[in-house]
């Protein structure tokens, strides 16, 4: 072989490096070792595939970016599609004609002008929250649950959800589970050896498959309830606006989706928009309770530049650069999808390497979210990176990029997302003070910070106090609450 592979362990016959592969939990922090050994770029030969990582913001952006007409397919992903059945989901389509349509489809509702239109929405979910958190503190993270499944059902399918317990928001979150853990790379043994998909449910160690067969069950459930219920409230005459409203009106003129395309991006807002933006909230509320003198400066100042009896809205976003700075510290500390695999379609050359056609080309964002040439002390949660004099500075690496995704695959949910998030974190901030919570002993409980495996990642469960910061806030919070008529 005379092609310049990029720089790798030393492989074994047939074996390769399985035994390089780095290992769950948290199996991001071993691809970044293999960059610190062997460079940005480098290289595993898995079981017959070639993997490729990157591990720095600079290769990432000349290949996923700069090249994306060649890097945007997906690695084949064998018990997500071809076992479980999930090859309707976006995030799992090949490259090609059929996912640009999707995404089309998609941005056309979630764009930056779009995502703006959801804003009141946004606003009014959330004041639900802060009241929901007045009386039921204890009950945070259900209610994180609700809110990002709220904002999802409510934006897609007109579906108001009022109550934590929901139906809908419970399916969307377990298929979205399910189809993080299905597609996580290395977990299921039939990803490595595709045969495996033919041996039948029965047999002794193939829980994988009747695993399988009940998530396809409730997949094809996420995928065409919400759609029939929307269909029905609009022959009814009763659907309020929302993403599939105005994909089936649309349909009507001559700019028309297929029920197909329609019924898949729909479905992908449900199963990807709710369960990131929930892990994101989370590691935010996990931010501060480890990071107590980050949030005081923030609710500083917030208290200083807004007026005291409103809640924070989306148009006070840029007189509060602390804010957003510890909005983007928190998404550089915790992504919520710490490696994104590509493909690769044609073999590529940089920089002297070759990269063969068809290679897994896994991004490792965790690795360059805590790259310390980018970001000095990586492990220490410090908003001030992003600052210079008072302002953003635009020479410090804006880790929603990286964040978010590359090049044609990027998220195309990231205007709302971005929008929904920080309304969260600015009005929590504002109203509430979040501090560990306490052993028997009157101990502050530390959470550990191990983040949980799968394409998408979370902070796992973990106690804390979450308190009014004063009297105000409250009525302040029933006020508005009253003013929206909630
Ligand atoms: C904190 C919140 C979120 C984060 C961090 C996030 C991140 C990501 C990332 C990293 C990707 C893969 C990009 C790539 O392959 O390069 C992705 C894909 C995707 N996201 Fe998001 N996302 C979030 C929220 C949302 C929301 C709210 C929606 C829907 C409204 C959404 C819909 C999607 C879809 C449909 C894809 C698949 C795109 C494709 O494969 O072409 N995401 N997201």
Same mark, same amino acid.
């Given at each position: 072989?005379?092609?310049?592979?990029?720089?790798?362990?030393?492989?074994?016959?047939?074996? *390769?490096?399985?035994?390089?592969?780095?290992?769950?939990?948290?199996?991001?922090?071993?691809?970044?070792?293999?960059?610190?050994?062997?460079?940005?770029?480098?290289?595993?030969?898995?079981?017959?595939?070639?993997?490729?990582?990157?591990?720095?913001?600079?290769?990432?952006?000349?290949?996923?970016?700069?090249?994306?007409?060649?890097?945007?397919?997906?690695?084949?992903?064998?018990?997500? +599609?071809?076992?479980?059945?999930?090859?309707?989901?976006?995030?799992?389509?090949?490259?090609?004609?059929?996912?640009?349509?999707?995404?089309?489809?998609?941005?056309?509702?979630? +764009?930056?002008?779009?995502?703006?239109?959801?804003?009141?929405?946004?606003?009014?979910? +959330?004041?639900?929250?802060?009241?929901?958190?007045?009386?039921?503190?204890?009950?945070?993270?259900?209610?994180?649950?609700?809110?990002?499944?709220?904002?999802?059902?409510?934006?897609?399918?007109?579906?108001?959800?009022?109550?934590?317990?929901?139906?809908?928001?419970?399916?969307?979150?377990?298929?979205?589970?399910?189809?993080?853990?299905?597609?996580?790379?290395?977990?299921?043994?039939?990803?490595?050896?595709?045969?495996?998909?033919?041996?039948?449910?029965?047999?002794? *160690?193939?829980?994988?498959?009747?695993?399988?067969?009940?998530?396809?069950?409730?997949?094809?459930?996420?995928?065409?309830?919400?759609?029939?219920?929307?269909?029905?409230?609009?022959?009814?005459?009763?659907?309020?606006?929302?993403?599939?409203?105005?994909?089936?009106?649309?349909?009507?003129?001559?700019?028309?989706?297929?029920?197909?395309?329609?019924?898949?991006?729909?479905?992908?807002?449900?199963?990807?928009?709710?369960?990131?933006?929930?892990?994101?909230?989370?590691?935010?509320?996990?931010?501060?309770?480890?990071?107590?003198?980050?949030?005081?400066?923030?609710?500083?100042?917030?208290?200083?530049?807004?007026?005291?009896?409103?809640?924070?809205?989306?148009?006070?976003?840029?007189?509060?650069?602390?804010?957003?700075?510890?909005?983007?510290?928190?998404?550089?500390?915790?992504?919520?999808?710490?490696?994104?695999?590509?493909?690769?379609?044609?073999?590529?050359?940089?920089?002297?390497?070759?990269?063969?056609?068809?290679?897994?080309?896994?991004?490792?964002?965790?690795?360059?979210?805590?790259?310390?040439?980018?970001?000095?002390?990586?492990?220490?949660?410090?908003?001030?990176?992003?600052?210079?004099?008072?302002?953003?500075?635009?020479?410090?690496?804006?880790?929603?990029?990286?964040?978010?995704?590359?090049?044609?695959?990027?998220?195309?949910?990231?205007?709302?997302?971005?929008?929904?998030?920080?309304?969260?974190?600015?009005?929590?901030?504002?109203?509430?003070?979040?501090?560990?919570?306490?052993?028997?002993?009157?101990?502050?409980?530390?959470?550990?910070?191990?983040?949980?495996?799968?394409?998408?990642?979370?902070?796992?469960?973990?106690?804390?106090?979450?308190?009014?910061?004063?009297?105000?806030?409250?009525?302040?919070?029933?006020?508005?609450?009253?003013?929206?008529?909630?």
């Amino acid at each position: 072989d005379r092609r310049r592979l990029p720089p790798g362990p030393a492989r074994k016959v047939l074996l *390769g490096n399985i035994y390089n592969v780095p290992r769950q939990p948290e199996e991001w922090k071993g691809f970044a070792a293999l960059g610190k050994l062997y460079g940005p770029v480098s290289y595993l030969r898995v079981l017959g595939r070639d993997v490729v990582i990157l591990n720095s913001a600079k290769a990432v952006n000349d290949l996923l970016e700069q090249r994306s007409a060649i890097y945007s397919n997906r690695p084949r992903f064998v018990m997500a +599609n071809e076992v479980a059945g999930f090859d309707w989901l976006i995030p799992f389509m090949p490259y090609g004609n059929f996912l640009r349509q999707h995404r089309r489809a998609l941005h056309q509702h979630l +764009n930056e002008a779009a995502a703006k239109t959801w804003w009141n929405t946004q606003q009014d979910l +959330n004041v639900r929250f802060l009241k929901k958190l007045i009386d039921a503190p204890g009950d945070w993270w259900d209610l994180t649950h609700w809110l990002a499944g709220a904002n999802i059902m409510r934006m897609t399918f007109g579906i108001e959800i009022a109550k934590k317990d929901d139906p809908w928001i419970d399916l969307g979150i377990k298929v979205a589970e399910v189809a993080s853990k299905a597609g996580s790379f290395g977990a299921f043994a039939v990803d490595i050896f595709p045969l495996l998909k033919y041996i039948p449910a029965w047999f002794p *160690g193939a829980k994988f498959k009747r695993d399988a067969i009940e998530w396809r069950q409730v997949h094809v459930q996420a995928k065409n309830l919400p759609f029939q219920r929307v269909v029905k409230d609009m022959a009814a005459g009763n659907a309020m606006s929302c993403i599939a409203r105005s994909m089936l009106e649309e349909d009507t003129k001559d700019s028309s989706l297929s029920e197909e395309v329609m019924k898949n991006a729909l479905g992908a807002i449900y199963l990807g928009g709710a369960d990131t933006s929930l892990a994101a909230m989370r590691g935010f509320v996990f931010a501060m309770v480890l990071n107590p003198s980050a949030q005081k400066t923030a609710q500083d100042e917030i208290d200083r530049t807004l007026s005291d009896g409103t809640l924070p809205s989306h148009p006070d976003r840029p007189h509060l650069p602390y804010v957003e700075a510890l909005y983007r510290e928190t998404m550089r500390m915790y992504p919520i999808a710490p490696l994104t695999p590509h493909c690769v379609t044609e073999e590529d050359e940089y920089e002297g390497m070759t990269i063969p056609k068809g290679s897994t080309v896994i991004a490792n964002t965790w690795g360059i979210l805590h790259d310390e040439e980018t970001y000095p002390e990586p492990e220490t949660f410090k908003p001030e990176r992003f600052l210079k004099q008072g302002a953003l500075d635009p020479d410090v690496l804006d880790p929603r990029n990286p964040a978010f995704g590359y090049g044609r695959r990027v998220c195309p949910g990231r205007h709302i997302a971005d929008a929904e998030l920080w309304l969260f974190i600015v009005t929590m901030l504002s109203c509430y003070n979040i501090s560990p919570a306490e052993d028997g002993n009157g101990e502050p409980i530390i959470p550990p910070s191990t983040m949980c495996s799968g394409l998408v990642s979370s902070v796992s469960k973990f106690p804390c106090n979450i308190q009014l910061r004063n009297e105000s806030k409250r009525k302040l919070i029933l006020a508005e609450a009253d003013r929206l008529k909630l």
